[in-house]
């Protein structure tokens, strides 16, 4: 069977006799605004941009609620204090206390996207994490008790975000566009977290510190009104849909009943092809989430820049990342639609490229150790992640498409251990911000990112898994031609975009 059945524009079947009707063609555009589900990329791409904004402003604003500051006593003395007296551990359990609640809303977040809807999930996820930024400063000041229950609590509904979001996807984004879809409402996270660090550094210098968690608290609560606006579950619930985008979608996915799925969870749990994604997930984040938690005081007590230049350049490698990450999936889409690359080629050579790319780039900062080229040997190592992020992140979607939400959950879990772990191990290793205690992170790092690559080499697959075709008597399989069907649909929307 032709891997690029043609189309007869005419009769509107292929000319390989399989005897598909073609619905009508939902070229790509870059009118991304006459497509629904483009506009739902758009809003998780803004979702995912608050999710990281409200994530990393604390890394920024403890630096400045921890710096000494010139005090004018009533004796007239002139004096040095810090208006939270917090030590490398007290921060390090600070920045990491997010993540402790954040890995328990992981699965849990994974089952309701499959049951009850994504973007509901998704929505009220964020939604109560700005309200809780909002309550940071008042936290603070009650103390570190306080603070750290209170970024617990927003860990606790954060955590649903990633994996409802992949419930949205297996409802609203065809086969060969998922990387792209995907991978362009991921840049969202590192979108928020360019804007964030920078500005908030320039909101502590100019208006305080807790400047930094009422603005970004109050642009989370505004996208969460316009989310549940705008989007809907599922394609056939969105009244402004187009009748030939909805067949587009529909035709392409097949018959996916939500209430129907039961969840394989011997088979999902002795899956090689999950842990593989759960291994990468948890070597991604380690590297990210180390540098997005210690960057900023890496900049400033090691490298000696002031405050507003290091939360600008703490902004640069996801800047990187964020503009590296719509390349790379289209990238990947392109190998798979114009048939280079298979699937599992695709995420295997994306990913474990991406893997090896960081792992010398991070190993060379740590042997640098100079402002100039260490800090573009990490612009560079985390900028790279963005081509395993094509691997891992989507590969859920491939292997098991209705438990995609799950399995997401999961591998997320395995990757907020390094949210929790890092910030913490970097308190202890980090005791007098010297280059060679920083070395030492940064070789860890390295060593991880090594690790992930090699298992997922090992194990990864792009192949929807057996476990996974089973399906109940209220679900129906797609017919064989569905996917060769898709293909040429595919192939040719790319050529009209072009």
């Known amino acids: ?42 809003m998780a791409f803004l979702g995912f941009f608050n999710v990281y904004s409200l994530r990393v402003n604390l890394s920024v604003g403890i630096v400045a609620m921890t710096e000494y500051r010139t005090v004018y006593y009533p004796n007239g003395t002139v004096g040095y204090e810090q208006e939270f007296a917090w030590d490398s551990k007290d921060r390090g359990l600070i920045l990491s206390s997010f993540f402790w609640g954040y890995i328990l809303t992981q699965f849990i977040g994974g089952l309701l996207g ?114 549940i606006i705008i989007v809907r579950e599922s394609p056939d619930k969105d009244k402004y849909i187009s009748k030939d985008e909805l067949r587009y979608i529909q035709d392409s996915l097949g018959s996916n009943t939500k209430a129907s799925i039961k969840h394989p969870w011997k ?59 719509a390349i790379a999936g289209y990238l990947a889409d392109i190998c798979q639609v114009k048939g280079y690359l298979t699937t599992t080629q695709v995420r295997r050579y994306f990913n474990c490229g991406g893997f090896l790319a960081q792992t010398v780039f991070l190993m060379t900062a740590a042997y640098l150790m100079s402002p100039t080229g260490t800090i573009a040997c990490i612009i560079i190592a985390i900028g790279l992640g963005a081509f395993s992020w094509c691997g891992f992140a989507v590969n859920h979607l491939d292997i098991a498409p209705q438990h995609a939400s799950v399995l997401m959950g999961i591998s997320n879990t395995f990757g907020t251990i390094p949210g929790i772990v890092s910030p913490t191990l970097t308190g202890f290793i980090v005791l007098n911000s010297s280059a060679e205690e920083w070395q030492i992170v940064f070789m860890i790092s390295a060593g991880v990112y090594l690790f992930g690559c090699v298992i997922y080499w090992m194990w990864a697959t792009g192949e929807v898994q057996p476990w996974a075709q089973k399906t109940s008597s209220s679900e129906s399989k797609p017919k064989p031609a569905d996917t060769a069907t898709y293909v040429g649909y595919a192939n040719e929307g790319l050529e009209m975009s072009e």
């Open 267 to 325: 088979d999902i749990f002795t899956s090689k092809a999950v842990y593989a994604i759960s291994a990468s997930h948890f070597a991604e984040n380690w590297g990210f989430y180390t540098m997005l938690t210690q960057l900023p005081s890496f900049l400033k007590d090691t490298l000696g820049y002031k405050l507003e230049k290091a939360g600008f350049l703490a902004g640069a490698p996801y800047l990187a990342m964020g503009i590296l990450l």
């Open 1 to 42: 069977m032709p891997t690029d059945p043609k189309i007869d524009r005419e009769s509107g079947a292929q000319n390989n006799n399989i005897g598909a009707i073609k619905p009508e063609i939902e070229p790509l555009s870059w009118k991304f605004w006459q497509k629904r589900r483009y506009i739902v990329v758009l």
């Open 114 to 227: 499959s049951k009850i809807g994504g973007n509901l999930v998704f929505g009220i996820g964020i939604a109560v994490t700005s309200i809780l930024t909002l309550l940071t400063p008042l936290a603070a000041k009650a103390g570190v008790g306080s603070l750290v229950a209170v970024r617990l609590i927003e860990g606790i509904f954060e955590g649903v975000t990633f994996p409802c979001i992949h419930a949205v996807w297996s409802r609203w984004a065809p086969p060969l566009e998922r990387s792209r879809m995907a991978t362009i409402a991921f840049a969202g996270n590192y979108a928020g977290t360019i804007v964030s660090m920078p500005v908030s550094g320039i909101l502590a210098n100019e208006f305080g510190w807790e400047s930094c968690f009422y603005v970004f608290g109050a642009i989370g609560c505004v996208w969460y009104v316009l989310w």
